[in-house]
């Protein structure tokens, strides 16, 4: 099993369900916020900041998408 995203804190990968079954070029994975907004403290468990935007071909980053602050979000849908 290889690791491609060690040092990156994130969840809930995807790809285009519209894909399944194919080899995909990209996936979806949200991420964690360092810190939850002081606001937001007791109102969410976690706190994801936004989506990245994997290539699993270059086996590399090519996207990181902030959801905006003080906002949050869950998994990637199609």
Same mark, same amino acid.
Request: net charge negative; proline share 3%; hydrophobic share 30%.
């Given at each position: &099993?290889?690791? !491609? !995203?060690?040092?990156?804190?994130?969840? $809930?990968? &995807?790809i285009?369900?519209?894909?399944?079954? *194919?080899?995909?070029?990209?996936?979806? !994975?949200?991420? $964690?916020?360092?810190?939850?907004?002081?606001?937001?403290?007791?109102?969410?468990?976690? $706190?994801?900041?936004g989506?990245?935007? *994997?290539?699993l071909?270059?086996e590399? !980053?090519?996207?990181?998408?902030?959801?905006g602050?003080?906002?949050?979000?869950?998994?990637?849908? $199609?």
């Amino acid at each position: &099993m290889k690791i !491609l !995203l060690e040092d990156l804190s994130s969840d $809930f990968p &995807m790809i285009d369900q519209d894909e399944t079954g *194919y080899k995909n070029r990209y996936a979806y !994975l949200t991420y $964690f916020s360092d810190e939850i907004p002081e606001e937001k403290n007791g109102v969410y468990s976690q $706190f994801f900041e936004g989506v990245y935007k *994997y290539d699993l071909q270059e086996e590399k !980053l090519v996207k990181k998408i902030k959801f905006g602050q003080n906002k949050t979000g869950g998994e990637v849908f $199609f």
